[in-house]
Structures are given as structure tokens and as C-alpha cells.
Nanobody, 117 residues
Framework: QVQLVESGGGLVQPGGSLRLTCVPS????????MGWYRQAPGKQRELAAI???????TYTDVVKGRFTISRDNAKNTVYLQMNSLKPEDTAVYYC???????????WGQGTQVTVSS
């Protein structure tokens, strides 16, 4: 069983930046896709960004141009560089990783991102 360990969340002022990192507890599997979902207070979880093993990326519209997702395939590590943060970005961010055969998705415990003055 793979555990995903997230880090990099915290409190930041509007316009600031954070970089999230997600590292599997063990590098046993390659993942077809890794990414980040987020859940804001009172809202359902939504996709923030995802990247495939081939480097194809998908972003939710409201973060395009501000967030950049990347991954290190050798380490099965995924990053989310978040720039120009807005209060609306405040959420718990969850790492997600899918096996190569898409048979299972793993989730991290979540890391809190708070954007506030």
C-alpha cells in the first residue's frame, strides 16, 4: 500500500507563492497520472491540476497561468507551484496518484493552503 506524503502548505498573503510537494512513502510503482485536488470550505473537492507520466497537464480554469504542475518520474514526486495566490485558492489540497493500469487512485491526507491578509 502506497502512502502519499504532502508538504508545502501554509499561510500566505494574496499575491504570494507556495510550492506543494507530494512524495510516495515508497517508490514501488510508476503512476499514470499524479496531481492535486482541492476542497474549499463548504465546497466539494475539485481538480486543481494533474499531470500524466508523459507530461500532459490539465488545470482548472481559475488557476491557469498561475499554477504549474510538474513531476519527477524517477522519484514519483509531483509538485505544484502556486503563484499569484488569491483568497479563493484557500483550501485543503490533496495529492492524487493513479496506477499505470488506472486500477486504483491513492490520496494524501491533505495540506492546508490559506491565502489571507
Amino acid at each position: 500500500q502506497v502512502q502519499l506524503v504532502e508538504s508545502g502548505g501554509g499561510l500566505v498573503q494574496p499575491g504570494g507563492s507556495l510550492r506543494l510537494t507530494c512524495v510516495p512513502s515508497e517508490s514501488i510503482f510508476n503512476f499514470a497520472a499524479m496531481g492535486w485536488y482541492r476542497q474549499a470550505p463548504g465546497k466539494q473537492r475539485e481538480l486543481a491540476a494533474i499531470i500524466t507520466i508523459g507530461g500532459s497537464t490539465t488545470y482548472t480554469d481559475v488557476v491557469k497561468g498561475r499554477f504549474t504542475i510538474s513531476r519527477d518520474n524517477a522519484k514519483n514526486t509531483v509538485y505544484l507551484q502556486m503563484n499569484s495566490l488569491k483568497p479563493e485558492d484557500t483550501a485543503v489540497y490533496y495529492c492524487n496518484a493513479n496506477l499505470m493500469d488506472w486500477s486504483r487512485a491513492y490520496w494524501g491526507q491533505g495540506t492546508q493552503v490559506t491565502v489571507s491578509s
